[in-house]
């Protein structure tokens, strides 16, 4: 089994023909909602390919949340350990875009925000038949850092994708995690240069280390991914595509990471797993939508 702990959103987009400056009220073109969440995503990332999954997390008791909850259902996502909050609303992420794609976006965590010990007993009762834990920082940094203190005396291995990042992270959480997996963006944030491609990944995964972290996957967009786990490191190479939207492809990375670690695949393997789904995400538009099905992914491995 494979748990995801994190957070859990819904965008509300709306599509304009300019971004509305203050006070400025912009008549769009059309409206569509988009279940999302890193951990959402990401644990339907794994539910698409087959795989038994638990998504812990706190939703509100307005509409949004049953669609919410009731999404993760359909994608196969056991929902046993997502509390749905009495006092507050969902998360949810405001969004315009242009016709340029450019965006602005206003966040309200909600619910997010108040995950706390519920989710974390919800979380300690899965680790004995947890293989791989998947963490992100949507959620309060306190409740990450106790889910991580609680399963280290579990045999899982613990994924942490360190996003969204504020600044940098407090040192002790780098031992408690086994993988880190940012992008250039995240790993800039962490080690306070800029991380764009192979050269400067080393740089960064060097730097990790020294902090305490033990591996460090960085992906690298359409140049795929960096690992370093301390003794060796190595690039993993893309799968050439042609894509069309990046939104959710690390997310699709991490799922298919933690799903070729579960089933017992070397490092190595599971990044180009990662890899796989990754590529396969960017060349569907959305995010929940565009994150590969077994099938698909199975076949574009095998090439
Ligand atoms: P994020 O979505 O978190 O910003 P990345 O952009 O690094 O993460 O993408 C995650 C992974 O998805 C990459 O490591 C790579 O495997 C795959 N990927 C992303 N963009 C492309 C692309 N243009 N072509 C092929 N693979 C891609």
């Not at 619910?111 to 992100?136: C, G, H, T, Y």
């Not at 991580?148 to 579990?154: F, N």
Request: with cysteine.
């Amino acid at each position: 089994t494979i748990v995801v702990f994190g957070s859990i959103n819904l965008d509300l987009v709306v599509e304009v023909p300019h971004l509305p400056v203050r006070g400025e009220t912009v008549v769009g073109n059309r409206f569509f909602s988009a279940t999302g969440g890193k951990a959402a995503n990401q644990a339907v990332a794994v539910a698409k390919l087959g795989v038994p999954v638990y998504s812990i997390g706190r939703v509100g008791s307005d509409n949004f949340g049953k669609v919410l909850l009731e999404n993760l259902q359909k994608a196969g996502v056991d929902t046993r350990g997502v509390t749905i909050d009495p006092d507050t609303h969902s998360g949810v992420a405001s969004i315009v875009i242009d016709e340029y794609g450019d965006n602005a976006i206003a966040c309200a965590a909600g619910a997010n925000n108040l995950v706390r010990e519920q989710e974390l007993s919800d979380f300690q009762a899965l680790l004995p038949q947890a293989k791989v834990i998947l963490m992100e920082l949507g959620i309060p940094l306190a409740t990450v850092m106790e889910a991580l203190k609680r399963a280290q005396d579990s045999n899982c291995t613990i994924i942490l994708d360190p996003a969204p990042v504020k600044s940098k992270l407090p040192d002790e959480i780098y031992q408690m995690v086994d993988i880190i997996t940012p992008n250039e963006i995240e790993a800039s944030q962490l080690v306070g240069f800029t991380v764009d491609g192979i050269t400067t990944a080393r740089q960064a995964a060097f730097f990790l280390h020294q902090m305490g972290a033990k591996t460090v996957i960085i992906t690298l967009g359409s140049q795929g991914a960096f690992c370093s786990t301390g003794e060796e490191s190595y690039w993993v190479r893309p799968i050439p595509v042609k894509a069309i939207d990046t939104v959710a492809a690390g997310d699709a990375f991490n799922g298919a990471l933690a799903v070729a670690l579960a089933e017992g695949k070397s490092l190595k393997e599971a990044i180009q797993w990662g890899n796989v789904a990754g590529a396969l995400t960017v060349t569907k538009r959305g995010a929940q939508s565009s994150l590969p099905h077994k099938e698909s992914f199975l076949q574009l491995l095998a090439q």
